[in-house]
């Protein structure tokens, strides 16, 4: 069987299948558990784990977990380089919640 790069075929598919695409990859991108997101970032556990002073597994356990605190997830995402924002979304709009922001250093 003859393979191909994905560059070559990309180049051959007609504009509208390009944008529809790209379109579901914006749409992924959107959404996605802790561990594809840090995969997206080319980051390793063993690099965040060196960010928070943690261990790996630890790194392995917050990204398993289902349910995590407000501020584990915000220093697992700024190990990332990131900011965590919590939205909550209603029918007539989004509203960002900041009383659970981390508290500026006085």
Not at 33 to 41: D, G, I, N, S
Request: with cysteine; charged share 30%.
């Amino acid at each position: 069987m003859r393979t191909q790069k994905w560059s070559d075929l990309h180049d051959k598919m007609p504009r509208a299948s390009k944008e529809r695409v790209a379109q579901r990859v914006a749409e992924a991108m959107k959404e996605m558990p802790l561990h594809r997101l840090r995969e997206a970032r080319r980051l390793t556990q063993k690099q965040i784990a060196e960010t928070l002073k943690c261990d790996q597994s630890q790194v392995s356990k917050m990204e398993r977990r289902a349910d995590n605190y407000v501020s584990t997830l915000r220093n697992f995402i700024e190990a990332m380089g990131g900011n965590l924002e919590l939205v909550a979304s209603f029918p007539d709009g989004k509203i960002l919640i900041n009383h659970l922001q981390q508290p500026d250093a006085e």
